[in-house]
T-cell receptor, first 115, second 112 residues
Framework: EPEVTQTPSHQVTQMGQEVILRCVPI?????FYWYRQILGQKVEFLVS????????KSEIFDDQFSVERPDGSNFTLKIRSTKLEDSAMYFC?????????????FGEGSRLTVL | SQQGEEDPQALSIQEGENATMNCSYK?????LQWYRQNSGRGLVHLIL?????REKHSGRLRVTLDTSKKSSSLLITASRAADTASYFC????????????FGAGTILRVKS
């Protein structure tokens, strides 16, 4: 069964460093998302991406964050200069339809630890 | 906007018992979805109920939706130890754009 894959599963970085989290969505999907979950807290929307551009972004998704779909298969989240509070689990999701039509398909997540 | 707040925050039951989790939301929705998350893992979709539906079943899962009260419940019948996980409701708000907004979740522990 097709699945969303994310790498790395865990990354430890120093504050101020850049990190790139990678996602390979399911191949025929059109809508892509990043969510994050700080340990023990709710799953928060970061950004949605459709037709090679950002559809919507939350207040969390400030200038330190960027997303890219460089080659038609990967979907990346870059954090330019990490802060301690960026430590969280980051989930990529994709879907072939708008959310009013059906569910999101999530990857297993990338755990980011900022020291 | 705050959407999809679940209660209880945590629930502990014996295997074989039923588990009921509730979700409340604030604005009008297109649909409401329930997801499950095993510890440290990704979110897995369980069931979707549309705003014009009142009840839906899938195996041991039963979801109800009351749009007048802006609330939903997830019932897991005959629970098993393997049902131990966090359960989240997520809403597709009519004014939330094309995204899901998740609640804080209910941690369910099923003791064998």
């Amino acid at each position: 069964e097709p699945e969303v894959t994310q790498t790395p599963s865990h990354q430890v970085t120093q504050m101020g460093q850049e990190v790139i989290l990678r996602c390979v969505p399911i191949s025929n999907h059109l809508y892509f998302y990043w969510y994050r979950q700080i340990l023990g807290q709710k799953v928060e929307f970061l950004v949605s991406f459709y037709n090679n551009e950002i559809s919507e972004k939350s207040e969390i998704f400030d200038d330190q964050f960027s997303v890219e779909r460089p080659d038609g298969s990967n979907f990346t989240l870059k954090i330019r200069s990490t802060k301690l509070e960026d430590s969280a689990m980051y989930f990529c999701a994709s879907t072939p339809w708008e959310v009013e039509a059906g569910e999101l398909f999530f990857g297993e997540g990338s755990r980011l630890t900022v020291l | 906007s705050q959407q999809g707040e679940e209660d209880p925050q945590a629930l502990s039951i014996q295997e074989g018992e039923n588990a009921t989790m509730n979700c409340s939301y604030k604005t009008s929705i297109n649909n409401l979805q329930w997801y499950r998350q095993n510890s440290g893992r990704g979110l897995v979709h369980l069931i979707l109920i549309r705003s014009n539906e009142r009840e839906k079943h899938s195996g041991r899962l039963r979801v109800t939706l009351d749009t007048s009260k802006k609330s939903s419940s997830l019932l897991i019948t005959a629970s098993r130890a393997a049902d131990t996980a966090s359960y989240f409701c997520a809403t597709d708000g009519a004014k939330d754009g094309n995204k899901l907004v998740f609640g804080a979740g209910t941690i369910l522990r099923v003791k064998s």
